[in-house]
């Protein structure tokens, strides 16, 4: 029996006529081959190997509206936006630009960012020759349907040994009931140093449908933080690719967060493209009920003397489940490579699981490449040195899950969003836990 | 009041405690002393509230209430607290918030108010001295990494913080060398008041030196087989436990 490959015809999300309002003309013939790619391709299915254990069959039995904008105001965007108060921040509602929302916006000196209409130009062709380079889109069918549905995007720039002093705040807002396709691009240049944080949430009742593409390029000697913050409803299906490709002495930190949605999916990816590299790539999702989250990475180590470290952490209570694939390519010439990979789940339920596989190819003979997996409960003995001490079982339990969880974000050097991130955590323990 | 009356309690089905009974009233101090194997530590576990021993007769009431059926939360908030034989590492949870988390909790459950976290500073800097400890262990995680005369402090630092009524300590004097041992007995010893009762569990004699206790009990086989004063815990180091063993054979025949 031959295994198919060939996924499913699209035929569940209707394809509309996409605008291409603004955007710049040289974008048009590569929205019509993502378009036709994305048709070749169809939604995939449990029988490719790399949605084995994330079943869209329930989400392609629903509809969304087309990406259309809506006024919201300032209090809708209240919580999301907490920590990051002194962000420089660009909103976009279903993936469509908000000035509203966005117009106090006053940016830095050497630091950019406007959207992909790109007002003001590209006189040398920055955006042109870096959009749509960095992401190896190809295999992914739900990045082409981004490529050729996308209505506007980010684009940030950090000039030349330029160090942003506020973090940048790119805040995507999905009203229920539509399908939107948010598209990033950021652009670290040499000798740069920024924070940017990317946060999903929804405002407003309904399924909705959030189909990303990030792409990052960190120069040689740049330094980004990239933060991913998905606290969208338990309505939401989010299906993301990022990749970040960093050159000689760059050093990338990106950190998933995964609060939200009722099924995500991040494919997050970085291309190590020069010798003496530095990247982390952790991630920590929180899920109940019948929250899915799906977390595949992949690190390319193709230069020597990088090291790579990963750790990913998933709390999974009520029937939640979770999958974590972790793929590492040491190429030939990637010697001296010091890749650390580790993921660890917490089982709060019986009901809970987690499908865990790392990955690792290694092609070169001098390298120092780790992985690990645990998947455990919360211990016995802790929860009972806690409760000995007066606290009761419910807040021993979040504080430990909290401990577990909070390692991650421990390393955001954000204070006002590694603190609202923390508290975050410990509100979802501790409301959701019985 | 701290009353254990008749108590029997086994683990997985075989028996450990044997009709045990022991009365520690506010002021006083007593040492539970016994071989290895006689049920120290059980008894220990079982007043604090761990779930897996069976209690198959008796109770033991704090005040007048029976706490048998009680949450150990719920036990400290009455009062309660056990240093641990072995302190639990809890990594990621700083000291200084399971403190203060835990002493707000039993106020909470008194209906007290809540200490802000200036305040809970202030007061914990003051415990910190008794126990001489240093101020950056309040920062680091519960007991991860802490040696093992770190945690036995720790121990008595957090009862100090919680200021319970009745306080059980099971073996705190094992592993300590005789500098520590000091510090903690000095640690106890501070926080020995009339309103404050304390069960001190030891398999030596040299605790009892730094901590002196009103009574002595031996342990053996589950049950109490002679009480006195404190010259009975130096008989014991004497004699070894043998020569109790044998006397409480030769009542029973």
Known sequence: MSVETIDRPVSLVSLHPYGNEGLPAWLIPMRASAHARFLELGIPTTKHEEWKYTSLREFESQSFAEPTFANLSDDDIAD???????????????????????????????????????VGGDPSNKLKNLFGTVARTDEFAFANLNSSQFRSGAYVQIHRNTKAERPIHLLFISTGGTASYPRVLVHAEQGSEATVVESYVTVGEGTSFVCGVTEVVVEANAKL?????????????HIALSEARVEGDGTYL????????????????????????????????????????????????AFPHC???EVYKGVLDGASSGVFNGKIFVYLDAQKTDAKQTNQALLLSPKATIETKPQLEIFADDVKCTHGATVGQLREDAL??????????????????????????????????????ESRLYQKLGTDQG | MLEIKNLYASVEEKPILRGLSLTVRPGEVHAIMGPNGSGKSTLANIIAGRDDYEVTEGEILVDGVNILELAPEERAAMGLFLAFQYPVEIPGVSNMYFLRSALNAIKKARGEKEMDAMSFMKFVKEKTKLLHLDDNLLQRSVNEGFSGGEKKRNEIFQMAVLEPKYGVLDETDSGLDIDALKVVSDGVNALRSAERGFLVITHYQRLLNHIVPDFVHVLVDGRIVKSGGKELALELEAKGY???KDETTAGVN
Request: charged share 25%.
């Open chain 1, 225 to 237: 933080e990239h933060v991913k913050l998905q606290s969208e409803s338990e309505r939401s299906y």
């Open chain 1, 80 to 118: 999301a936006v907490r920590g990051l108060e002194d962000a420089q921040r660009i909103v976009f509602v279903n993936g469509i630009y908000s000035e509203p929302l966005t117009t106090r916006l006053s940016q830095e000196e050497g630091v950019e960012i406007r959207t992909l209409q790109c």
């Open chain 1, 384 to 421: 009972f040195y806690l409760q000995s001490r007066g606290i009761p079982l419910k807040q021993a339990r979040a504080l430990l899950v909290y401990a577990f969880a909070a390692e991650v974000l421990e390393r955001i050097s954000h204070d006002g969003l590694r603190s609202e991130l």
């Open chain 1, 254 to 301: 990106d950190y998933n967060v995964t609060f939200g949605g009722k099924l995500t999916r991040n494919d997050r990816q970085v291309f190590i493209g020069g010798s003496n590299a530095h990247v982390r790539m952790d991630g920590v999702y929180v899920a109940d009920g019948e929250q899915h989250c799906d977390n595949h990475t992949r690190l390319d180590h």
């Open chain 2, 242 to 244: 043998d020569w109790i």
């Open chain 1, 307 to 309: 090291d790579s470290f």
